[in-house]
């Protein structure tokens, strides 16, 4: 099955943004700067514009469209420096242990690891654990026998559009879920 998430028939062309932390002349200081940067954004509570920050806000997503959160494992292909991933972790696994279920799992991945950063979240949220070795979204095997959820947090202008593909591709076919 051939997936293609960019339509042809658009009104207007597509349009690809590119960070600085994608170019290949970047420093890796430079680019963990970026993605610690982008975290703190996924984290940023705008009082009296927003309903809670962008993570929280993604935790009403994983409620309303995942049954029984208990008995999956997130996937956080695209992780950066830890993006949403411990906000979710820490609200979702807060109620669920308010109502006596096992908590959620996460682990955290990317091309370009940033482990270090990992390191002192998983430190902190034993619920939280990460992929030390680079990982390609193109070719995510499965991890293990519970359900699995693959999350992207709004990744996707990294791509051309054959990765991105190939990115839902291996989400369809090995994951039970993605968001």
């Known amino acids: ?9 658009m009104p207007w062309p597509r349009s690809q943004f590119l960070e600085i932390g994608d170019q ?13 940067s982008l975290t703190k954004l996924w984290n940023l509570k705008v009082p009296f514009w927003s309903r809670g920050s962008l993570a929280t806000q993604a935790c009403e997503v994983f409620k309303e469209h995942l049954q029984d959160l208990s008995s999956y ?13 411990p906000v979710l972790e820490s609200e979702l696994n807060r ?3 308010a109502q006596g ?5 996460f682990i955290l991945s990317d091309l370009y690891p940033h482990v270090e950063a ?5 430190k902190k949220q034993q619920n939280i654990s990460y992929i030390e070795t680079p ?3 193109r070719a995510v095997s ?14 996707f202008h990294h791509f051309n559009d054959g990765d991105a593909s190939g990115i839902l591709k291996s989400a369809v076919e090995s994951a039970d879920a993605f968001m």
Do not use: Y
Not at 73 to 85: K, M, R
């Open 1 to 9: 099955m051939k997936i293609n998430p960019f339509p042809r028939n």
């Open 24 to 36: 290949s002349w970047c420093p890796s200081w430079l680019h963990q700067h970026e993605q610690l």
């Open 73 to 85: 494992t997130v996937l956080d292909i695209c992780a950066g420096s830890g993006g949403p991933t």
């Open 95 to 97: 109620e669920l242990e």
């Open 101 to 105: 279920k096992d908590p959620v799992q």
């Open 118 to 122: 990992w390191q002192r979240i998983s």
């Open 135 to 137: 990982v390609d979204a």
């Open 142 to 155: 499965r991890l293990g026998k519970k359900k699995e959820c693959r999350i992207f947090n709004v990744c």
